[in-house]
């Protein structure tokens, strides 16, 4: 009982109340629109023919963009949209260096899959201006989700590539020892299943995924 009295006499910290989106890309569009923007990770997905590239975010990027550059590994990824006429260049974000910087770094969904995280935010910030901008994208390690599997003792499905989890005060640590400091938050989820979108309207740091924009420190 002494146990229980010392944790309910606890001061607990209340989760930010960012605001709750249904888009990964509304508010990074809005920053990407007439800006110079590397896009990292750009493939996300395989193609069946060039074509197909309209439906992927980097044509979304580079639709607003003044100019659009994207990056990957996966090099018959990259050519197939280098074929649609895309500015898309076989390189490793980890260890990337193109001669040129840019106003827009955008990753999403792709911090997670990496082996080095912290080798990406150098490279990313050797690849910033002076007032450039870190747009990141990732899965919410609390999500109702995960949440709800751990509690019932489900297996979760977890992406084979995916290397890590990340909340907001891991994501923060992160980013300040590479010198970038949040200044914009936003939980986001699309909310399809009526239970989620009750969860999240009641507590959006049940989303799915974490929106960090940030700025290189100086």
Known sequence: MRILARVLRRRWDRVPRWVLTDSKFDRILQLAAGKDVLDCGCVGSRLEDPSGVAA???YQVARVARRCVGVDIVADEVGKRRDAGYDVR??????MDLGETFDVVVAADLIEHLSNAGAF???????????????LVTPNLWSANTVFKALAGLRMAVNPEHTCWYD?????????????????????DYRRHPVVALLTAIRPNLAAHLIAICRKGG
């Open 56 to 58: 992927t975010s980097h």
């Open 90 to 95: 076989v390189a490793n974000v980890e260890s």
């Open 121 to 135: 935010l150098d490279r990313a910030a050797a690849h910033l201006r002076v007032d450039g901008l870190l747009c």
């Open 168 to 188: 907001p005060m891991t994501l923060v640590q992160l980013l300040r020892r590479h010198n970038f400091e949040p200044i914009e938050w936003y939980w986001q």
